[in-house]
């Protein structure tokens, strides 16, 4: 009798990708954080909490580093599901902190390489004068928050927060934010951040898709009209409007300047773990978004399954 061979691996491949089939399925969950910034688990644990919650596609965004992509493209890998490397960099408007969120970017480019290491160099200084700033009225040093952050991380305040949880001086992150980290409390210290216009550049020119992340917080932190239209000029790819901390009004403004230029639109959850309550797949992108970061991108391929 002559069964018929069932098809090669490669085979299989070859037909999926000649069928129109997308290369990856959502849900999509485009904003992540490890321990390699913010979060509180290490990439592959973040990986594994993204697939518990429905998700298939998902990015690795830590502020400013991409040293979680390889354990998260190998978590995701296992699981079955598609990676996209990304990171969020620190940019500043006027006072203003803004989030850029940068996907398929090339790594190994050096002006955003050359940035990524001026901001992060600059982001421990200015935490150790934070921390300098509080001990003179609290009982908090540098060695608390160092045993708070991994040897990897991209320290910022959540850290000292956790080491103000730790010493019993705040009750979680968001009691130590509103609280002993706010700037009107006199503790702050701003950090270096380029400015937005660079941020979009620096992620364009190294092949990858620039996406504002949550652009309208609050009244007094929606993004000016004209500076985001200077962002677009610049090769800006998107906004995301998704997002628990963008206000109702805000996502309308966005989704209008979207639809005029045509701009990606992205949701996603923000997961930063323990460090905040936002839970993974609160939010998504669809399908067709992704697949528009995914074709206008030309720094690293996506990792599918
Ligand atoms: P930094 O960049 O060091 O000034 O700290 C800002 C970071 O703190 C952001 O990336 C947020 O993810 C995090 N953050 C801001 N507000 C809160 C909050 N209320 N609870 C937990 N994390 C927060
Ligand atoms: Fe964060
Ligand atoms: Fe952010
Ligand atoms: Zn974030």
């Known amino acids: 009798m002559t069964a018929l061979k069932p098809p090669t691996r490669a085979g299989t491949l070859d037909t999926m ?3 129109a089939r997308p290369a990856f399925t959502g849900p999509s969950d ?5 321990n390699h910034s913010d979060g509180t688990q290490p990439p592959a644990e973040v990986v594994r909490q993204a697939h518990a919650h429905g998700i298939r596609t998902l990015a690795l965004t830590d502020h400013d580093r991409t040293t979680g992509w390889d354990e998260a493209a190998e978590a995701a890998n296992r699981l079955g599901m598609t990676f996209l490397p990304g990171m969020e960099l620190s940019a500043k408007h006027e006072w203003r902190s803004v989030h850029v ?7 190994t480019d050096p002006d955003l390489i050359a940035e990524t290491d001026r901001i992060r ?4 200084g200015r935490a ?3 921390v300098r700033n509080i001990g003179r009225d609290y009982d908090l040093t540098w060695d608390d928050v160092l045993a708070q952050t991994t040897a990897d991380a991209t320290v910022g305040r959540p850290h000292i927060a956790d ?3 730790a010493r019993g001086i705040a009750r979680d992150r968001a009691h130590a934010f509103d609280g002993i980290l706010h700037p009107r409390e006199g503790y702050y210290e701003p950090h270096y951040a380029p400015d937005p216009l660079t941020a979009v550049r620096l992620i364009t020119q190294a092949g990858g898709v620039a996406v504002i992340a949550h652009p309208a917080t609050g009244r007094d932190r929606m993004m000016p009209l004209a500076t985001i239209e200077r962002l677009i000029a610049a090769g800006l790819g998107g906004l ?4 628990r901390e963008n206000t109702a009004a805000g996502k309308r403004m966005l989704r209008e300047i979207a639809a005029r230029h045509d701009l990606i639109v992205t949701g996603s959850s923000d997961y930063h773990g323990a460090g905040k309550p936002n839970r993974p797949g609160e939010n998504t992108t669809s399908d067709d978004m992704v697949a528009r970061i995914i074709e206008r991108a030309t720094g690293t391929p996506a990792r599918h399954p």
């Open 101 to 107: 969120l940068g996907y398929l970017f090339d790594p």
């Open 17 to 19: 990708t000649t069928a």
């Open 163 to 165: 080491a103000l949880v």
């Open 121 to 124: 160099g600059d982001r421990i």
């Open 30 to 34: 485009l904003h992540m954080h490890s």
């Open 128 to 130: 150790e004068r934070i």
């Open 240 to 243: 995301e409007i998704d997002h």
